[in-house]
């Protein structure tokens, strides 16, 4: 998941300039929140960031090397004063917040005494947890450095958001992406991919999985049966399956983007109208999967929802 440092200045300059000041000058801030469009490499620049602040070895702008002990403990997230929550799969709580507090009161920082926290995913993270990490900002520690990452930043608390350094991405240019992807996949998939707005690194890594093959034919094999009772059967019973691997947020977002793509491109010979319905179910669907839901009930209600979109007369 390394970051492409060339690529990172290329693509998004003005991030670039400003970490790079950051880091040469040691104008640091306690908080930063990385926010911007989903397709933009925010996850991956969290690292870079991170691996940055402890690097022995950094570059003439500031960066870290990536292949020193303390960038690699960083990346493989072993360094002890070093804590990553991923709040995309599982959304961030008061616990989790409260973990770091502690774990930072418990431990010896490393390497020139700096501990570094990320909450990706923060944009999502409960009202508990907002408050709890609003505590913790408002009396930062010296050596401490927390990294918030974000898609929406409307989403969090401007309390918040005023703590930290605001770190936006541009949108990354999608046919790069595809350019890109066509070398692991083909030219569909990476299209796909593209358009939902996902990076090259974490189309790389999802591409990597069995599951995604398992989500793409499904989807495929959805829309063009989509009214039928069989079909929704065959995904209760072979995809998603209650405490299946495939029953879980990330999957099944996956599965909705690839349904979306695929009625864009030809809408099973629905009509414009319809298929406009069916297209609201499931963007509103992606807001709802956003919040805590029960998620069997919750992929019930979209394939009834649809089935009555495709079998009604207007």
Known sequence: MNMNKKLLKETQPVVYKTLSNALTKDHLAHAYLFEGDKSAPKKETALLFAQSLVCQHKDEDGFACQECDACKRIEHGEAIDYKWIDGTKNRIKKNDVLKIQELFETTSAEIEDRRIYVLEGFDDATVDASNSLL??????????????????????????????QWIHFRPASRMNVVNKLIEKCDQDTAQMLANSGYTYNKACELLEYEEFSIIR???????????????????????????????????IRLW???????????????????????????????????????????????????KKVVKSLN
């Open 256 to 306: 909705i983007q690839w349904v979306l793509y695929e009625l864009k491109k030809d809408g099973n010979n629905l009509s414009l109208a319809k298929r406009v319905k069916i297209q609201t179910i499931l963007v509103e669907a992606m807001d709802i999967l956003r919040r805590p839901v029960d998620l069997a009930l919750f992929l019930d209600k979209i394939y009834f929802d649809i």
């Open 217 to 251: 034919q499904a989807a495929k094999d959805y829309v063009k049966n989509m009214g039928s009772m069989n079909e929704i059967f065959s995904l209760q019973s072979e995809v998603f399956i209650a405490k299946g691997s495939l029953m879980k947020k990330e999957w």
């Open 135 to 164: 505590k913790f900002l408002e009396e930062p520690a010296p050596g401490i450095f927390g990294i918030l990452i974000a898609d929406e930043k409307s989403n969090i608390l401007p309390t918040i958001q005023s703590r930290c």
